[in-house]
């Protein structure tokens, strides 16, 4: 750790001048971002007696090496360039409200030819319109289920409905009515995108005028004395009134606001958000935050808006007109301007005092009680066993510093072929899933497990060395991923990244284009999945690399053995230890991601195709191809001419894809072929 006197900017130095400041560590990397209206008031707080500072105020000032700072024109200035270095940084130290859970939204993609309605989490996509959050998720299933008896909007997958498509036969929703089946042209794009837009208007609030629609179309087929169509009716009335009825109405209708409430104590705080539409509750949040700075509930309450309402500039619809807090937000009037400016229009913030409201906000500060007492009683041996893990690693393999970062690493191949590897990220004891990665590896590198080891911890280092100089701390490089599944079904949020022998990208999960560098932040330890032969690789890799303050070992799957570089024999932890289960679980963990990697690699180089050997031919022509003819078989048959008419298909290239398919007289025209099954893909 750095002694802060060794980095404190002379009194002199500092402006008066409102502005933002960061410290950053000994490798460059921003631990803490904060504004002040002075500056030179602000930065010598940190300086003056760290002694008395909070614990960890105090670990981030001797975490620190330097600190630097920009002076801006106003306080809400200082209060937007905050905000963007916090989202574009992730500083560990700065107070960061995160979800205790991640909360379903009901999805329906206006974007797409035929919207579709869903259940989503995680990122917000474009011309999609989100109603929620939702919570249990079961809720809004049963919700869109029983509405679409009334709005049989398309609710399946890209897949089913290119299959229904091509088969002209719907899926069981279509036959049962609860889809208007757009697959087989049972209803036009056009009419089904209006089915959707009603579906949007009713989850908008405007229930009561489908429902008084349907009253009159009852009342005249009773007319009519048709009788089974008004008896239909009734029960799409019944449908819609029993949605309808799920939230209670607990303000006036015409009320939209978001009322917030937050329980604290010394080192946390739990905070809730009740979502109210229309007068009813639709939707619930909650969000956990461990207390960095001395802060009172008002710089909460600022930092909690900056973090909900900051990525909403997209979304008007999550901005309400109202917002309902405990205490006011320390700078009011910037706060107000700022969120004015997000919403495009004025947004009362205020603290209820009297009646329906005050009550309200009374029961949102019941659940923040009891999300903070639930949040304590879980996480109380979680710290424990971590604590105590850690701190029985560092002990047995006598490390000089405290394992605040460990890196994992594993080989996943079969006989040589699909060579992969994984890297996982544990800090604090805890998955840092964003800075998973995931390498390619060919060429003399794959020839075994050892020169694999070799090399790609010679790739992560050789970034990490290429990160320290000064133009990469300044500015962080991007590296560009492919979103490309990993297939790994408990890890929802890792999206794989398509990667080359030469380079390394990182997994694309994150919910801001921010840049951040790359393998700029080097662990404490490194953990290899093997014995000796790969920890001598990995030690080799370092040291030619002339990097000799990261320690190596490995851990054999026989005998959970512990091996060092250079050691004969090898750490047996003992088998309750915690410190063992974290290496396992580390291993483990790093295990199942390269596994997951090389199935997809495998899986794709598996299946073969008469179009893969036609030069200039890339997946995209491919895929218009295949799309526009159906098959091989038409397509071997195709003349010049319908071949024109594949869009991006030009005579050259469609010259190029007849000589390509020609079969010799007497030859037969070879399918294409699942290599892995002998499934035929193309007839």
């Known amino acids: 750790?750095?002694?802060?006197?060794?980095?404190?900017?002379?009194?002199?130095?500092?402006?008066?001048?409102?502005?933002?400041?960061?410290?950053?560590?000994?490798?460059?990397?921003?631990?803490?971002?904060?504004?002040?209206?002075?500056?030179?008031?602000?930065?010598?707080?940190y300086f003056a007696n760290p002694s008395g500072l909070m614990p960890r105020t105090r670990a981030m000032v001797f975490t620190a090496a330097s600190v630097e700072w920009t002076v801006v024109g106003s306080e809400l200035e200082a209060l937007q360039l905050e905000y963007t270095w916090i989202k574009e940084f992730n500083p560990r130290f700065n107070v960061m409200f995160r979800d205790d859970k991640s909360y379903p939204y009901l999805a329906v993609t206006m974007g797409e030819k035929y919207p579709r309605v869903q259940v989503m989490r995680g990122d917000k996509k474009r011309d999609t319109r989100y109603f929620g959050p939702f919570y249990p998720a079961?809720?809004?299933?049963?919700?869109?289920?029983?509405?679409?008896?009334?709005?049989?909007?398309?609710?399946?997958?890209?897949?089913?409905?290119?299959?229904?498509?091509?088969?002209?036969?719907?899926?069981?929703?279509?036959?049962?009515?609860?889809?208007?089946?757009?697959?087989?042209?049972?209803?036009?794009?056009?009419?089904?995108?209006?089915?959707?837009?009603?579906?949007?208007?009713?989850?908008?609030?405007?229930?009561?005028?489908?429902v008084t629609d349907l009253e009159r179309k009852m009342a005249a087929a009773v007319a009519e004395l048709d009788y089974e169509s008004a008896a239909r009716i009734r029960d799409d009335i019944a449908a819609l009134k029993k949605v309808f009825?799920?939230?209670?109405?607990?303000?006036?209708?015409?009320?939209?606001?978001?009322?917030?409430?937050?329980?604290?104590?010394?080192?946390?705080?739990?905070?809730?958000?009740?979502?109210v539409r229309g007068g009813r509750i639709r939707g619930q949040r909650g969000w956990i935050v461990e207390k960095v700075e001395d802060m009172d509930a008002a710089d909460l309450v600022e930092h909690l808006l900056q973090q909900v309402y900051g990525d909403a500039s997209s979304s008007n619809e999550r901005i309400p007109r109202e917002v309902l807090v405990p205490v006011m937000p320390s700078n009011e009037e910037q706060v107000l301007e700022w969120l004015k400016g997000l919403r495009g229009a004025r947004v009362e913030v205020r603290v209820p005092v009297r009646g329906d409201k005050a009550t309200l906000l009374g029961t949102v500060e019941?659940?923040?009680?009891?999300?903070?007492?639930?949040?304590?009683?879980?996480?109380?041996?979680?710290?424990?066993?971590?604590?105590?893990?850690?701190?029985?690693?560092?002990?047995?393999?006598?490390?000089?510093?405290?394992?605040?970062?460990?890196?994992?690493?594993?080989?996943?191949?079969?006989?040589?072929?699909?060579v992969v590897a994984s890297m996982v990220v544990v800090e604090d004891g805890l998955p840092r899933k964003s800075e998973y990665r995931r390498f390619s590896i060919t060429g003399d590198a794959a020839r075994d497990d050892t020169a694999s080891m070799y090399d790609v911890i010679s790739r992560r280092f050789r970034n990490y060395l290429a990160g320290k100089a000064p133009e990469a701390t300044d500015t962080p490089a991007t590296a560009g991923a492919t979103a490309d599944d990993d297939g790994s079904a408990d890890v929802g949020d890792l999206q794989g990244a398509l990667v080359d022998a030469a380079?390394?990208?990182?997994?694309?999960?994150?919910?801001?284009?921010?840049p951040r560098s790359r393998f700029a932040y080097p662990p404490n330890l490194v953990v290899v999945d093997g014995g000796p032969p790969q920890v001598a690789a990995a030690a080799r890799a370092l040291a030619d690399l002339g990097i000799d303050d990261i320690f190596v070992v490995g851990l054999a799957k026989r005998l959970e053995e512990v091996w060092l570089p250079e050691s004969d024999f090898p750490v047996i932890l003992p088998r309750a230890s915690e410190g063992l289960f974290l290496l396992q679980r580390i291993r483990d963990e790093a295990h199942r991601f390269a596994i997951a990697f090389h199935r997809q690699k495998r899986g794709k180089s598996m299946t073969a195709s008469a179009l893969d050997d036609i030069a200039g031919l890339g997946p995209a022509k491919r895929k218009a191809l295949l799309k526009h003819f159906g098959s091989v078989k038409k397509l071997r048959t195709a003349s010049l001419e319908e071949l024109l008419e594949v869009p991006g298909v030009g005579p050259a290239l469609a010259e190029t894809v007849r000589r390509g398919l020609a079969v010799l007289p007497g030859n037969t025209a070879a399918p294409s072929v699942n290599m892995a099954t002998g499934e035929i893909l193309e007839s």
């Open 138 to 210: 079961k809720a809004i299933r049963e919700t869109v289920d029983t509405l679409l008896r009334v709005f049989p909007v398309r609710t399946c997958s890209t897949g089913v409905f290119r299959r229904a498509e091509s088969t002209g036969r719907p899926c069981l929703l279509g036959y049962i009515d609860k889809c208007s089946a757009p697959c087989v042209g049972r209803i036009s794009p056009e009419d089904h995108k209006q089915l959707a837009g009603e579906f949007c208007d009713f989850m908008s609030g405007e229930a009561k005028r489908f």
């Open 1 to 45: 750790m750095a002694d802060p006197t060794t980095y404190r900017p002379k009194t002199g130095e500092i402006p008066l001048n409102p502005g933002v400041y960061r410290f950053r560590d000994e490798h460059g990397r921003v631990v803490y971002v904060g504004k002040a209206k002075n500056l030179r008031s602000r930065l010598n707080s």
């Open 245 to 275: 009825e799920r939230n209670t109405v607990v303000l006036a209708e015409d009320t939209d606001a978001d009322i917030f409430a937050i329980k604290e104590d010394d080192l946390e705080a739990a905070v809730q958000v009740f979502h």
């Open 503 to 514: 380079v390394e990208v990182p997994v694309a999960d994150t919910t801001t284009p921010a």
């Open 366 to 418: 019941q659940n923040a009680a009891d999300a903070l007492r639930l949040h304590k009683s879980r996480r109380a041996g979680d710290i424990t066993t971590r604590s105590a893990a850690l701190q029985e690693l560092q002990e047995a393999l006598d490390l000089p510093q405290p394992l605040m970062r460990i890196e994992c690493y594993d080989i996943s191949h079969v006989q040589g072929t699909n």
